[in-house]
Each structure stands twice: as C-alpha cells, then as structure tokens.
C-alpha cells in the first residue's frame, strides 16, 4: 500500500529534525572506509528533502556535525568537510529552483574559512525562498547553544535592556541559534540508537521520538513518511489529559 496516500495532511509536522546516523556502520558492512558512508548519506539527505517538500514539511532540521564530531580522526572530519563544501556548492541551483532556503544552526564561526564561505553564498542565494527550509545543524551542541543563550541575556540585564523578571521562554527561544523556527514536533534517529546526543535540548521538550534500525544511508522518502504515520498515530497531550484534547 502506498505510504504517501496513507498521510493525513490536515496533520503533518510543520518542523521535522533528524538525527543522521549509522553512516560509518552502514559502509563498514560494505567493507568501505566510513567515508564512503558519509557519500552515500547525502543520497539519503536529498530523498528526505524531497520527502519533506512533498509533503509540505515547513522545516527540516538535519544533524548533519556535532561539536563532538571534531574528535573524530583527522582524515574522516576533513572528508565530512570537504563533502559538505562539495554538496553545498553542487545542490544550490537545485535547492534555490526548488523553492528551499538554506539556514544553518550551530557556532558555524568554528567551521573551515572554505565551508563557511561556500554556507553564506547557498544561505543568501536562497534567502527569499519560503517553501521548505533545509535547516544544517553545524559544529552544533546544544549545551553550547543554551550557554550562549544565557550569556546573551545575562549581557542584556546587565546593560539594563531587560530586567530579570521579565525572562521568560520566549524571551529564551528568541536568544536560540534556532530563534524564528518553530519546535520540531517530530525527532527522527536512524540506525537503533535511543540517544539525543546534545540536540535540540530546549526545542524537543514536547517532540513526539521516532526511533528506526535503518542506517542512514538506507533511509529513503518511504521511510520519512513511515515516520510521520507514526507520528500521526499518537495522541500529544502537553501534559494535559486525554479528555481535554481537541481534536
Ligand atoms: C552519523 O553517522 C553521520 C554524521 C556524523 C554525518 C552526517 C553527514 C552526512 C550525511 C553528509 C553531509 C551532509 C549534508 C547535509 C551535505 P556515523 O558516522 O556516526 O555512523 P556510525 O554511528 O555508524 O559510526
């Protein structure tokens, strides 16, 4: 049965953000370098993407370098880097004619000069597009992203610009490198790991999880949409109790 035609569209997520994992396994099983893994990962990137566009996801959010991923042996981080400059500078025509933004989160001041450079002509180029945004979680932490968010408030009563009482969620949201993009109500993770591993910490308080064995590599637009037939299932309650759900 077609998954796509099993969809309730009055009922898609408006952000999706996925944990991409499983790529190093993923070519280890097929006797390669892990680097081989992260190639054929962007495969999965652009079927997701076009899942995404498909079903009218407003904001998808992909995992795509942690903070920690810079411990990982040298050859592997400047692969991930130079695929990433590579596939940004390849896709952009085709995102921006597709009607994708491209936004990054993350202390993308930490990337290589040659990958921020090629991530702020692709942002700019497809600034004005309001289809789909392609958010990259880059040399992103989520720790880092709540610490620089208490210190940019902390900075603001200091100066006497805000008070302290008057911090609240939004004003917290809004000092978020994620400021401007809406909670993601789905959180995917591939390849059977149960970990949030420092992503979105504040953002997920109320996200429904959406756990699968499939290595990245693996996971294609059926997948996406197996994912959000999931979602569609559950029942969010915000706390409240079943009763007082509106459907
Ligand atoms: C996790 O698999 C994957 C990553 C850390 C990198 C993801 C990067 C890509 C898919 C390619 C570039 C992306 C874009 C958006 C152009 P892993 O290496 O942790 O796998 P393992 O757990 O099996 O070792």
Known sequence: MDLFKQIDFSNIPEHIAVIMDGNGRWAEQQGHERLYGHNYGVESVREVLKGAKELKVKYLTLYAFSTENWSRPKEEVE???????????????????????????GDTEGLPEGCRNELKRAIEITSHNTETSLILALNYSARWEILNATKKIAEKVIKGEIDLNSIDADIFDDALTTAEIPDPELLIRTSG???????????????????????????????????????????????????????
Do not use: C
Not at 81 to 100: C, F, H, P, Q
């Open 193 to 247: 790991e149960h970990r949030v591993s420092n992503f979105l910490l504040w953002q997920i308080a109320y996200s429904e999880f959406y756990f699968t064995d499939v290595l990245w590599p693996d996971f294609k637009k059926e997948d996406l949409f197996k994912a959000v037939l999931d979602y569609q299932s559950r029942e969010r309650r915000f706390g409240l109790v079943s009763a007082q759900i509106t459907k």
């Open 79 to 105: 692969g991930l880097m130079d695929l990433l400059i590579r596939t940004i500078a390849g896709e952009v025509d085709e995102l921006n004619s597709k009607g994708i933004r491209l936004m990054t989160i």
